[in-house]
């Protein structure tokens, strides 16, 4: 009995001082590429490799692809339900997995999953939009009230179909402003909002450049504008890939935004023209004199 | 006879005396000559191989029958001049496919599009030439020969047998100064075959007032270092790439204008150009997703969390009637997409009995006006329900804060909170936070927070979150 009580006792001491320590759980998973841009032409298929890998913990992840539509102006994604006929065009050529089917991905893990998009001769021509969403599945246990939390992240796919060799995307610059009044001051901040619309029926990638002019119309400064996806019939907010930071800028200014569709040569351009003056640095000095006039009035009062 | 012999010994004795002692000669070599390219890459000469599409960015070229014979010493970035005599268009390099194709940023014009239509990438570089006299020569002058080749030696475009004069001024040149001389005047250039120039090398001289030191160090500077310099060659007749074309350059000490400017001292040098190297590294576009629990007692949403959640769990646990239990998690997200990302959330239903639909536990409408897309403050504990709030760490947008005094109907500044969106109610997921632009792990608390009323059932009530990151499009 002793010796059982003994080893027991040295057994917990054990067990208490070397047992490994419990590490923070945690869920992360990355995906490669995070966007795919494909133009095929009715009856043409492509295979494109993704690379999902576990950072975290072993969790049980599923793919499915899932329509989406843009949400906002700034390239965000709205996830959809609404049944869309083109996801019969997308399959996994794994061997072992399909779409929708759960796969364990150990810590530290990698999959590659062989995305195959094949396009019907019957499709029309058009944009589908879609989100290759890798879902972690929620493997924990509640013993009490509380929240389940997963997580999913999703690469977008830009599908193009169209039978012509070249699409001849066009474009228009909705509106050419800038943030707040129209009249900046010269220490103010440049906030350029340049909204582009899509007219075409096919994605099209933006490319461009805002260029400022000052008073005596030369050019004082040049601002690409990064080459962003704009879906089909729909805006977006172009951003520069630089600020404008002029130094004390005093007088009439003119910002001219142009802008071309990728592979196309049909340019527009929209033009704003803004003034900068420093009135908030006048209005200060016309205070300061009020105040000094005030003063030295009161003073003669006296 | 015996005069003759005579007249014949004297002739061998002077010539002997002459070969013994030679009268010095004033000639000798400049030394520590070198001409210091600001660039050494070759220029680009090329053709387009058949007729291309005009709208189109992928370019490809010939490999044969042209100075270049293929992509290499093209680069992301560099400007590409591509068309004819008649018209021809500047373009940008926006990646280079393979050994015979690049793409370029805009769409190949109509008039630029024929077959054999010149694809041609000039590279300048300003020459710094260093050398050092050998001999004090007074009043005369520095002149620098760099080789021109035979054909269109002034045209701005490269060359594939010398380098292009490229309409250089002597407002471009940099003469030498000091050497002891008493003053320099303004350097000159001379395009090859003008005048005093003979064709096959460019000149550019320096000439000087007094006499120059022995051993002076000079220096000499073709070009403006900018958009006027010599136009590098493009490669050689027979050229093999990663193979240094060699180019003679001559750099002369010659006498005073009232001798014709003698050549005095001469040296010759060789300079070398090569294509570039292209370092290529592919880093791939991804995006990283992390959900990682908090610890209990941990400050965040201004206040001190209750429970310890995990990763996939927001355990409550036992709720006392009318309490605040705020419990946290860290959303994290990693993109190197220029695009951005942006992290939604989504719960499946509010918090069902055992997981069910009924009974529930109410999202919460916080102080009074709390919905899935407007929040409002929270600071009332028998105002019952479930929500949350954001704390920010450094995440670019978030949609809102715990700490808002403003948005929605949030004033106090305590706890500012929302419902989640529910998918059995077919709300649409709401951001929780976003960026337009890469992310180098930014990160937000989302907070959780439960109350409930005296009349809840009892039961453990459960529901599904999930947190979607996508990167933009």
Same mark, same amino acid.
């Given at each position: 009995?002793?010796?059982?009580?003994?080893?027991?006792?040295?057994?917990?001491?054990?067990?208490?001082?070397?047992?490994?320590?419990?590490?923070?759980?945690?869920?992360?998973?990355?995906?490669?590429?995070?966007?795919?841009?494909?133009?095929?032409?009715?009856?043409?298929?492509?295979?494109?490799?993704?690379?999902?890998?576990?950072?975290?913990?072993?969790?049980?992840?599923?793919?499915?692809?899932?329509?989406?539509?843009?949400?906002?102006?700034?390239?965000?994604?709205?996830?959809?339900?609404?049944?869309?006929?083109?996801?019969?065009?997308?399959?996994?050529?794994?061997?072992?997995?399909?779409?929708?089917?759960?796969?364990?991905?150990?810590?530290?893990?990698?999959?590659?999953?062989?995305?195959?998009?094949?396009?019907?001769?019957?499709?029309?021509?058009?944009?589908?939009?879609?989100?290759?969403?890798?879902?972690?599945?929620?493997?924990?246990?509640?013993?009490?009230?509380?929240?389940?939390?997963?997580?999913?992240?999703?690469?977008?796919?830009?599908?193009?179909?169209?039978?012509?060799?070249?699409?001849?995307?066009?474009?228009?610059?909705?509106?050419?402003?800038?943030?707040?009044?129209?009249?900046?001051?010269?220490?103010?901040?440049?906030?350029?909002?340049?909204?582009?619309?899509?007219?075409?029926?096919?994605?099209?990638?933006?490319?461009?450049?805002?260029?400022?002019?000052?008073?005596?119309?030369?050019?004082?400064?040049?601002?690409?504008?990064?080459?962003?996806?704009?879906?089909?019939?729909?805006?977006?907010?172009?951003?520069?890939?630089?600020?404008?930071?002029?130094?004390?800028?005093?007088?009439?200014?003119?910002?001219?935004?142009?802008?071309?569709?990728?592979?196309?040569?049909?340019?527009?351009?929209?033009?704003?023209?803004?003034?900068?003056?420093?009135?908030?640095?006048?209005?200060?000095?016309?205070?300061?004199?009020?105040?000094?006039?005030?003063?030295?009035?009161?003073?003669?009062?006296? | 006879?015996?005069?003759?012999?005579?007249?014949?010994?004297?002739?061998?004795?002077?010539?002997?005396?002459?070969?013994?002692?030679?009268?010095?000669?004033?000639?000798?070599?400049l030394?520590a000559v070198k001409d210091t390219l600001s660039t050494s890459r070759l220029s680009?000469?090329?053709?387009?191989?058949?007729?291309?599409?005009?709208?189109?960015?992928?370019?490809?070229?010939?490999?044969?029958?042209?100075?270049?014979?293929?992509?290499?010493?093209?680069?992301?970035?560099?400007?590409?001049?591509?068309?004819?005599?008649?018209?021809?268009?500047?373009?940008?390099?926006?990646?280079?496919?393979?050994?015979?194709?690049?793409?370029?940023?805009?769409?190949?014009?109509?008039?630029?599009?024929?077959?054999?239509?010149?694809?041609?990438?000039t590279r300048s570089a300003s020459h710094t030439l260093a050398f050092t006299?050998?001999?004090?020569?007074?009043?005369?002058?520095i002149r620098v020969l760099i080789p021109s080749g035979?054909?269109?030696v002034n045209?701005g475009?490269p060359n594939?047998d010398g380098f292009d004069f490229n309409t250089i001024v002597a407002g471009d040149l940099t003469g030498p100064s000091?050497?002891?001389?008493?003053?320099?005047?303004?350097p000159t250039a001379t395009v090859a075959?003008?005048?005093?120039c003979?064709?096959g090398n460019h000149c550019f001289e320096a000439?000087?007032?007094?006499?120059?030191?022995?051993?002076?160090s000079l220096t000499f500077t073709i070009g403006d270092g900018g958009a006027t310099d010599l136009i590098n060659p493009?490669?050689?007749?027979?050229?093999?790439?990663?193979?240094a074309d060699t180019y003679t350059v001559t750099v002369q000490?010659?006498?005073?204008?009232?001798?014709?400017?003698?050549?005095?001292?001469q040296t010759t040098i060789k300079v070398a150009v090569i294509?570039?190297?292209?370092?290529?590294?592919?880093?791939?576009?991804?995006?990283?997703?992390?959900?990682?629990?908090?610890?209990?007692?941990?400050?965040?949403?201004?206040?001190?969390? &209750?429970?310890?959640? /995990? =990763? +996939?769990?927001?355990? #409550? *646990?036992?709720?006392?009637? %009318?309490?605040?239990? @705020?419990?946290?998690?860290?959303?994290?997200?990693?993109?190197?997409?220029?695009?951005?990302?942006?992290?939604?959330?989504?719960?499946?239903?509010?918090?069902?009995?055992?997981?069910?639909?009924?009974?529930?536990?109410?999202?919460?409408?916080?102080?009074?006006?709390?919905?899935?897309?407007?929040? &409002?403050?929270?600071? /009332? =504990? +028998?105002?019952?329900? #479930? *929500?949350?709030?954001?704390? %920010?760490?450094?995440? @670019?947008?978030?949609?809102?804060?715990?700490?808002?005094?403003?948005?929605?109907?949030?004033?106090?500044?305590?706890?500012?909170?929302?419902?989640?969106?529910?998918?059995?109610?077919?709300?649409?997921?709401?951001?929780?936070?976003?960026?337009?632009?890469?992310?180098?792990?930014?990160?937000?608390?989302?907070?959780?927070?439960?109350?409930?009323?005296?009349?809840?059932?009892?039961?453990?009530?459960?529901?599904?979150? @999930?947190?979607?990151?996508?990167?933009?499009?």
């Amino acid at each position: 009995m002793r010796k059982i009580c003994f080893s027991f006792i040295i057994g917990l001491v054990f067990f208490i001082l070397f047992v490994s320590p419990a590490l923070a759980q945690t869920l992360s998973l990355s995906i490669w590429p995070p966007i795919l841009e494909v133009t095929l032409k009715p009856g043409k298929s492509i295979t494109q490799v993704y690379r999902v890998k576990n950072s975290g913990d072993d969790t049980v992840v599923m793919a499915q692809v899932v329509p989406f539509e843009a949400a906002g102006e700034l390239g965000q994604v709205k996830l959809s339900s609404t049944p869309n006929p083109a996801l019969a065009y997308f399959s996994l050529q794994n061997a072992d997995l399909d779409l929708g089917q759960s796969f364990t991905l150990k810590s530290g893990a990698s999959q590659e999953l062989v995305l195959k998009i094949i396009v019907p001769p019957t499709a029309t021509n058009g944009d589908h939009y879609f989100t290759l969403l890798i879902d972690a599945d929620t493997q924990s246990l509640l013993t009490a009230s509380g929240a389940k939390a997963a997580g999913s992240i999703g690469g977008n796919i830009l599908l193009s179909i169209t039978d012509s060799e070249v699409l001849n995307q066009t474009a228009k610059i909705e509106e050419l402003s800038l943030k707040g009044l129209k009249i900046k001051d010269s220490f103010d901040t440049f906030d350029f909002i340049a909204q582009v619309k899509n007219s075409s029926d096919h994605f099209l990638k933006a490319v461009g450049q805002l260029t400022i002019t000052n008073t005596f119309g030369r050019k004082i400064a040049t601002l690409p504008f990064r080459a962003d996806n704009i879906l089909a019939q729909s805006i977006r907010q172009l951003v520069t890939q630089d600020s404008w930071e002029p130094v004390l800028p005093l007088g009439r200014y003119t910002a001219t935004a142009t802008v071309t569709p990728e592979n196309s040569t049909n340019t527009t351009s929209q033009t704003l023209i803004f003034w900068v003056l420093p009135y908030k640095a006048l209005l200060a000095i016309a205070l300061v004199s009020l105040f000094y006039y005030l003063l030295k009035t009161k003073k003669r009062l006296k | 006879m015996a005069k003759v012999g005579l007249i014949s010994i004297l002739f061998w004795v002077f010539q002997l005396v002459w070969l013994v002692f030679p009268t010095p000669l004033d000639s000798a070599n400049l030394t520590a000559v070198k001409d210091t390219l600001s660039t050494s890459r070759l220029s680009y000469y090329d053709s387009l191989n058949g007729a291309h599409t005009a709208g189109t960015t992928i370019i490809k070229v010939n490999t044969s029958g042209m100075p270049s014979t293929s992509t290499a010493n093209l680069f992301t970035g560099d400007s590409v001049l591509i068309g004819d005599a008649a018209t021809a268009t500047t373009y940008t390099v926006d990646d280079i496919i393979d050994t015979d194709e690049f793409q370029i940023t805009a769409a190949l014009g109509s008039g630029d599009n024929d077959s054999g239509d010149l694809v041609i990438a000039t590279r300048s570089a300003s020459h710094t030439l260093a050398f050092t006299t050998a001999t004090a020569i007074p009043n005369g002058l520095i002149r620098v020969l760099i080789p021109s080749g035979a054909n269109g030696v002034n045209d701005g475009i490269p060359n594939h047998d010398g380098f292009d004069f490229n309409t250089i001024v002597a407002g471009d040149l940099t003469g030498p100064s000091s050497g002891g001389v008493t003053s320099w005047e303004s350097p000159t250039a001379t395009v090859a075959g003008g005048t005093g120039c003979s064709a096959g090398n460019h000149c550019f001289e320096a000439r000087y007032n007094g006499t120059n030191s022995v051993n002076a160090s000079l220096t000499f500077t073709i070009g403006d270092g900018g958009a006027t310099d010599l136009i590098n060659p493009a490669a050689a007749d027979g050229h093999a790439a990663g193979t240094a074309d060699t180019y003679t350059v001559t750099v002369q000490q010659r006498g005073s204008m009232t001798d014709q400017y003698p050549l005095l001292d001469q040296t010759t040098i060789k300079v070398a150009v090569i294509e570039s190297v292209r370092v290529t590294a592919t880093v791939d576009p991804t995006i990283t997703f992390t959900i990682a629990g908090v610890a209990s007692t941990t400050s965040t949403c201004g206040i001190s969390t &209750d429970v310890t959640t /995990t =990763a +996939t769990a927001v355990p #409550f *646990g036992t709720m006392a009637l %009318n309490t605040f239990k @705020t419990l946290a998690q860290t959303l994290t997200v990693s993109t190197n997409g220029s695009g951005g990302y942006a992290v939604t959330s989504l719960e499946n239903d509010q918090l069902g009995k055992d997981g069910g639909t009924t009974p529930f536990i109410a999202d919460s409408t916080g102080d009074g006006a709390m919905t899935h897309t407007t929040q &409002d403050d929270w600071n /009332t =504990a +028998t105002n019952n329900g #479930f *929500g949350y709030s954001i704390d %920010n760490d450094d995440a @670019t947008t978030p949609a809102f804060q715990y700490s808002d005094v403003s948005g929605g109907s949030c004033t106090g500044g305590v706890f500012c909170a929302k419902q989640f969106a529910a998918n059995a109610d077919t709300e649409a997921a709401q951001t929780i936070f976003s960026s337009t632009a890469v992310a180098n792990a930014e990160n937000a608390d989302v907070c959780y927070r439960l109350t409930i009323g005296a009349t809840q059932a009892a039961g453990d009530y459960e529901n599904n979150i @999930t947190y979607t990151a996508t990167a933009t499009f």
